[in-house]
């Protein structure tokens, strides 16, 4: 194989309940005849095991073509066993042709990807696509995942994880690292609580994300395979709660909170934060300000060139009608160029 044959890989996360498991049998049951191998973040009972593919009824999906890895989180094992599992499917007399990862619901996707890094693999493998799976009723109704006691208890069960971040922040994780979101479930959604759940989904995400709304999971394969994300060589625009200062997690993020005067209107607002967030580096521009004529005070929210706005309650007698928006960007961002662009 040349150097520059690189077999792509398909990292799915998202939290137990989402889906995972059967977005990934529907992905292999339509492959269409391409060579698939999978890696399964096994813990206990959930997720799936070797028998799952091979029962399936698919020509060639054999049990050798699926890697187990039950020692718990697989971000927080990369070393023991992710790159080991790795190098014995790389390894394979007829190698497959794309590789499918099936992290836990617990599993950070960030670490993972750095691990495309190691010397070992980097030239062999890349990084297709990350992509996120989320339940869309469990976000509907605040709480990201289905069972949130299930995966509280995982997490307590699970010996191997080595990060505490609080759930909220490992969705927001995952989905700060991916290249394409599956909204699954949609169905059991009306279209208010769809709408609701884009918005909140599209409110974490730092970037430009498709986003894909499905019903069982059930996806053409050729919309996350063949993203061509190379995300190990993207770092950067993939910030995370986990690892704040660790070596392996350098690409950390900053926030500065900036005055901006009062707006003529929340139009005339919403284009200086449009101007603000097109800054190299900046993540998120999220804040209140003034409007002039209005008693209440308008909230605003951009990610990317996507704003939002509204507002939310009045100025109270005596509060000072003072505009502030707080800007997350990665480490060293222009910050003058962002007060600039906010000032007109």
């Known amino acids: 194989m040349s150097i520059v044959e690189k077999i792509p890989c398909t990292i ?20 269409r005849g391409r060579r698939l ?28 073509a699926i890697v187990e890895l039950p020692n ?4 927080c094992t990369v070393a023991d066993d ?8 790389l390894g394979r ?15 950070l996707p960030k670490p993972l ?38 995966l509280a208890a995982q997490r307590a069960a699970d010996a191997a994880v080595d990060h505490d971040n609080p759930l909220e922040e490992v969705f927001e994780d995952q989905l700060l690292c991916a290249d394409l979101v599956v909204l699954n479930k949609a169905d059991l959604l009306d279209a208010d609580a769809r709408a609701r759940v884009r918005a909140e989904v599209e409110g974490h995400l730092p970037r430009a994300v498709k986003l894909i709304e499905t019903e069982n999971g059930r996806i053409d394969p050729r919309a996350l395979l063949g993203l061509g994300a190379a995300a190990e060589d993207d770092l950067a625009n993939r910030p995370s709660h986990h690892g704040e200062g660790e070596d392996h ?41 003034p409007v002039e004529g209005k008693p209440m005070r308008l909230v605003v929210q951009g990610v990317g ?40």
């Open 72 to 75: 718990g989180c697989i971000c």
């Open 305 to 344: 060139r996507r704003v939002t706005h509204h507002f939310d309650r009045p100025w109270r007698a005596g509060e000072d009608r003072d505009g502030r928006l707080v800007v997350i960007g990665l480490k060293g961002f222009d910050r003058d160029a962002v007060a600039a662009a906010l000032a007109g």
């Open 93 to 107: 007399a007829d190698p497959p042709e794309h590789i499918l990862i099936e992290t836990s619901g617990l599993a």
């Open 82 to 89: 992710f790159v080991p599992a790795l190098e014995t499917l």
């Open 249 to 289: 997690d350098h690409n950390d993020f900053e926030t500065v909170a900036l005055p901006v005067r009062e707006a003529a209107t929340a139009g005339d607002l919403a284009a200086r934060v449009e101007r603000a967030a097109e800054t190299a580096g900046v993540l998120r521009i999220k804040g209140f300000v």
């Open 12 to 31: 799915v996360t998202g939290f137990l309940g989402a889906g995972k498991t059967t977005l990934v049998r529907h992905v292999v049951e339509n492959a």
């Open 37 to 64: 191998a999978i890696l399964v973040n096994e813990f206990g009972d959930v997720g799936f095991d070797k028998s799952f593919l091979a029962a399936c009824g698919v020509e060639g999906c054999t049990e050798d």
């Open 113 to 150: 990807v750095q691990a495309f890094q190691w010397p070992a693999i980097r030239s062999r493998v890349t990084v297709d696509g990350v992509v996120a799976v989320v339940d869309g009723p469990a976000v509907a109704s605040g709480a990201f995942a289905e069972d949130p006691e299930a």
